[in-house]
T-cell receptor
Framework: AQTVTQSQPEMSVQEAETVTLSCTYDTSESNYYLFWYKQPPSRQMILVIRQEAYKQQNATENRFSVNFQKAAKSFSLKISDSQLGDTAMYFCAFVTNSGYALNFGKGTSLLVTP | GAVVSQHPSWVICKSGTSVKIECRSLDFQATTMFWYRQFPKQSLMLMATSNEGSKATYEQGVEKDKFLINHASLTLSTLTVTSAHPEDSSFYIC?????????????FGEGSRLTVL
């Protein structure tokens, strides 16, 4: 079975601080892609960052970066200089080369406070 | 980025009626579209994969007679909730993986909130 686990249902961080959201996954395949999606109150799903499993270098997108540990099957998201607009649900997801749709974790609700 | 449009964004219906939700790919042709369902404060659960020109592939536990999917063209997939009941109330989201991206990234529609009275 292919599963995604997000162990932090809710998190809170002050504006300008850094926060890390955790994600672990399980798959027997070696080739896959990992994603973090953001779902703000509007409920529109927005891609935050992606990582190819065959790349050792951690992906970075402006204030967002990941810590990808393939052996540990861990894919955490770090948000630096948190902003009020970062308040949202964050979903970790992955898809294998043999799969066809994303497998999502249960999500982490992030609240950024002034 | 790719644009995926869903309509309606919010629908309220009486129990026993059928509701159709449309998902359109505006920027590219999509042979495959995905339908997800999301309960409040929960994750997205894949319901089915819509295939242009063939039958949809349903996930285990999803009633194919309840949730009819028709991939009418390369830019349009529809989800019809038949004989809707209050337990069908949910947020339905369609998504598309553009051809050629190769990495499985999905672009999502705005979602459709269904409330069955």
């Amino acid at each position: 079975a292919q599963t995604v686990t997000q162990s932090q249902p809710e998190m809170s961080v002050q504006e300008a601080e850094t926060v890390t959201l955790s994600c672990t996954y399980d798959t027997s395949e070696s080739n896959y892609y990992l994603f973090w999606y953001k779902q703000p109150p509007s409920r529109q799903m927005i891609l935050v960052i992606r990582q190819e499993a065959y790349k050792q270098q951690n992906a970075t997108e402006n204030r967002f970066s990941v810590n990808f540990q393939k052996a540990a099957k861990s894919f955490s998201l770090k948000i630096s200089d948190s902003q009020l607009g970062d308040t949202a649900m964050y979903f970790c997801a992955f898809v294998t080369n043999s799969g066809y749709a994303l497998n999502f974790g249960k999500g982490t609700s992030l609240l950024v406070t002034p | 980025g790719a644009v995926v449009s869903q309509h309606p964004s919010w629908v309220i219906c009486k129990s026993g009626t059928s509701v159709k939700i449309e998902c359109r790919s505006l920027d590219f042709q999509a042979t495959t579209m995905f339908w997800y369902r999301q309960f409040p404060k929960q994750s997205l659960m894949l319901m089915a994969t819509s295939n242009e020109g063939s039958k949809a592939t349903y996930e285990q536990g999803v009633e194919k007679d309840k949730f009819l999917i028709n991939h009418a063209s390369l830019t349009l997939s529809t989800l019809t909730v038949t004989s809707a009941h209050p337990e069908d109330s949910s947020f339905y989201i369609c998504s598309v993986s553009p051809p050629g991206t190769g990495d499985g990234e999905l672009f999502f529609g705005e979602g459709s909130r269904l409330t069955v009275l």
